[in-house]
Every structure is written in C-alpha cells, then in structure tokens.
C-alpha cells in the first residue's frame, strides 16, 4: 500500500531539489533559483528538548538553515514551559516558535493571546496530512495555532525477548492475560514489570490507556475536559483495575517502594540494563531510544513491543502525546518562524529525524521506509493506522496544575494510589478536588 506514495515522494523531492519549488506535503520556504530567502536573519526556538531529542532536532533546524539561508537557536525550557516561556515574553525576550509538549500548555497561550494563526500553507499541509484529530488538538476553537511535529505511541508495552521466551509466554490480547503472563514471568525469576513511579507522568499513563480501553473513547474525551467528573463510577473502575497490579508484588519490580524510587530511564534499565530485573516495561516508544542508546540493545532482537492490551473487552488504546509547533506574536522574527513552520509541516523535515531514531511523525506523507527499522515502522504505521482513533495524552490535555506538575496534582495522587491502592473511591474523590480547582483556576 505503500509504494505508490513512497515513489510518489521521491519523485517529488527531486523536483523540489532541482527546481527550489513549493512541493508535495506543503510549502518548503526555498526561493526558486536556489536563493536563501532568510539569510542574514536567525529563528529562535524554544522546547524542552536535551541530550539526543536536542541533537536530533537540531539536524532538522540545520536543513531548514540549508534550504533557507537562516540561522537558528536553540533553548531548552525544561518541563516548565509554560513558565520559562511567560518569563521570557515578560522579559522581552520571547523566543519565535515554542515546541510545546502539552495541549492544556498551547491552550493556555492561546488564552493569553500570545499565539499567532498558522499560515494558509501551513494549514493547508495539516488538512492534507494530518488525520482531523491533530487539527483539533492543535487549535483552539476554529484557529489552528499548532503543528504536531513529534508524535509519541504511549500505548506500547516494551519487553525482552528472551525473559518471554524463557518464561514460556507470547504477547498477550487482553489485560487479564497480561496480568496472568505476568505472574507467570515472575514464576521463572523475573519481575513482570519496572514501573516508573518516581515520575508521575508514567502513572498517568498507565491510568490513560486502562481508562480509554475499558470506559471508552467517549467519556475519555469527557474526562479529559472535566465535563465528566474524576468521581464517575468509570474512574473507580479504572483505578481499581490500575491497582490490581500496582498493589502486586510479584508483578512489580520490587513492590511500590521500589517503583516510588525508579524514574523512567531506570525503569528502562531495569529491563534492558546489564543487570534485569524485570522482564517488561510499559512506556511509549521512546522506550526504544533508551534501550539502544543507553544500554546498547538491538531493537526487533533485544528489545521489543506488543500493543497495550484491551481491557475488559474494550478496544486495544492507541494512546498519544507530541509536541506542537507554535509561533509567538512576540518573537523578534516571527515571520521566520512562521517558515520554519512551514517546512516543519513537510515529509522532508520528519524525514530528517525519523532517519536519525527516537521519533514518530503524524504526518501520513511521510514513508514508512524512512524509519531506520522494523520496530519503528510498525510502530509508525499503528499511529497512522489508527487514525481519528488516536486519543491524546489526557493529563496534557488538563491544566498544568492538575495534569502536568510534579508533586501536586494528578501525577502526585497517582503516587499516593501507587503507595496504597486501597481505596480507588478516594482517590478518585482526590482527583476530582484536584481537577476542579485547577479547571476553575484556568477559567
């Protein structure tokens, strides 16, 4: 099914490359004649990006500036971006495109009215390559302000191959069954799985995907804007079903004590690290950048995935995140901006990282054969598959001060439920005060 368009796309960027042409996937900012329409002038860019996610996205700045003539820059924020960014344009210092991780974060500025509209060719990219679904969480009523540049698949479970084999299991279709595999793993010498608790965005995931599959995409879409309330009998139901491994020693490496310790690199490396001591771990499939980068393991051999199973029947999750591209009123050069945007929107700029590892792209122009390996590119084409299906990460959908802040919040309750999975009932009611008060808060 692929080939005629990866024929397509080929054809088509040797036309770009030849004659400096608008082409397939949107425009590329490159003046006919081979001119740099932007040289002399430098585009500010701001994410949350480090270590190789900042390296790799600087090779895609790096093609922009050879197409274009501009320069670029580069700032990590950190996780607080909604801070450094405010402090910044307080400061006269606001940088020209922000990569923004959550929705509830573009929300905000959008509010604040320190975003600009993307440009029609920017849109016009979006509406042909993009499933309707990131539109949506890209605008903010009908303005679409951001471009999902970097997408993640949080609905992978990631396992060595020959801890499964060892144990006698194979990739379980359901949720029960995993929970019974587990058990099962554990009997041969291993833990089932290494959970992240120390960081509290895993947890929230965790709780995303067992909620999509057993609630439903319709009353996720509820939770995820408070208009169903974190009380509702489905977030009961979820969390009792969250706690039935959390509160299982033989399923958790090392019991909650251990996992309220582990981050997530650790709990990568309590799998693929030179001493294992879990046979999986569910995360999305960044999993696999730590897994080979860190630990040297050969993804499709060493490591590998199945799919978050369904739970109670439901449908198997397709669970995302990403970054947005935003262009900010306030940057010195926001028209620059507004063409890196543009180039960011096309197959070549995804193909730039997606060669380099560590990434998915939305954009269904973008060939699977791209992707450096097999792993990679069934991981791809799920997402895509997946379609208007996909449901984003819900605690980035939420308010930063209920969904994406550590220590308080969805992440720190989800810590507390980790600790003691008890009382689902209350911490549920937990949430819920939680929740009201920083949707009230954001107005």
């Not at 509209?117 to 949506?136: F, R």
């Not at 058990?183 to 965790?206: C, I, Q, R, Y």
């Not at 369904?310 to 591209?325: F, N």
Request: proline share 5%; glycine share 12%; aromatic share 10%.
């Amino acid at each position: 099914m692929m080939r005629p368009r990866i024929a397509l796309l080929t054809g088509c960027t040797a036309l770009v490359l030849a004659l400096g042409a608008t082409a397939c996937g949107g425009a590329t900012p490159t003046a006919a004649g081979g001119d740099k329409p932007l040289s002399g002038q430098t585009v500010t860019v701001a994410g949350v990006w480090t270590g190789s996610e900042q390296k790799n996205f600087q090779k895609v700045l790096d093609a922009f500036s050879e197409k274009t003539g501009a320069k670029t820059q580069f700032i990590s924020t950190g996780d607080n971006v909604s801070t450094v960014i405010g402090s910044k344009i307080e400061g006269g210092n606001a940088p020209d495109v922000v990569m923004v991780p959550q929705v509830g974060v573009l929300q905000q500025f959008a509010d604040k009215g320190w975003l600009k509209p993307l440009s029609a060719a920017t849109q016009q990219s979006v509406d042909a390559n993009y499933a309707p679904v990131w539109k949506t969480y890209g605008s903010v009523g009908s303005t679409l302000y951001g471009l999902y540049f970097k997408a993640a698949h949080k609905s992978t479970v990631w396992y060595s191959p020959d801890a499964l084999a060892q144990a006698g299991v194979s990739a379980p279709t359901s949720y029960d069954q995993l929970l019974k595999d587990g058990h099962t793993v554990s009997d041969s010498g291993l833990a089932a799985f290494a959970v992240a608790g120390e960081d509290g965005w895993t947890l929230t995931d965790w709780f995303e995907n067992v909620y999509l599959s057993q609630a439903g995409p319709e009353k996720y879409d509820a939770l995820a804007t408070h208009k169903l309330k974190w009380t509702d009998a489905s977030v009961v139901k979820a969390l009792g079903t969250l706690g039935k491994l959390f509160k299982d020693k033989q399923l958790v490496a090392g019991g909650a004590s251990t996992a309220l310790n582990t981050d997530f690199p650790g709990s990568v490396e309590k799998v693929f690290g030179p001493k294992p001591e879990a046979a999986m771990v569910y995360e999305g499939d960044f999993v696999a950048g730590v897994a080979h980068d860190q630990f040297g393991r050969t993804i499709g051999k060493d490591a590998n995935f199945f799919p978050f199973p369904p739970v109670d029947g439901g449908k198997a999750p397709v669970v995302s995140g990403g970054d947005a591209a935003v262009v900010l009123k306030n940057g010195k050069n926001s028209k620059a901006g507004m063409q890196l945007l543009e180039y960011l929107a096309t197959p070549d700029a995804a193909g730039v990282w997606a060669k380099a590892g560590g990434f998915l792209s939305p954009n269904k122009a973008l060939a699977l054969d791209t992707y450096g390996d097999e792993v990679t590119r069934a991981t791809a084409k799920s997402l895509i598959d997946a379609g208007d299906s996909v449901r984003f990460d819900m605690s980035d959908q939420a308010p930063a001060a209920f969904g994406g802040t550590k220590g308080v919040g969805e992440w720190k309750l989800l810590q507390d439920f980790l600790r003691d999975p008890s009382d689902p009932k209350a911490t549920a009611a937990d949430l819920e005060t939680a929740a009201a008060k920083a949707y009230q808060n954001r107005g």
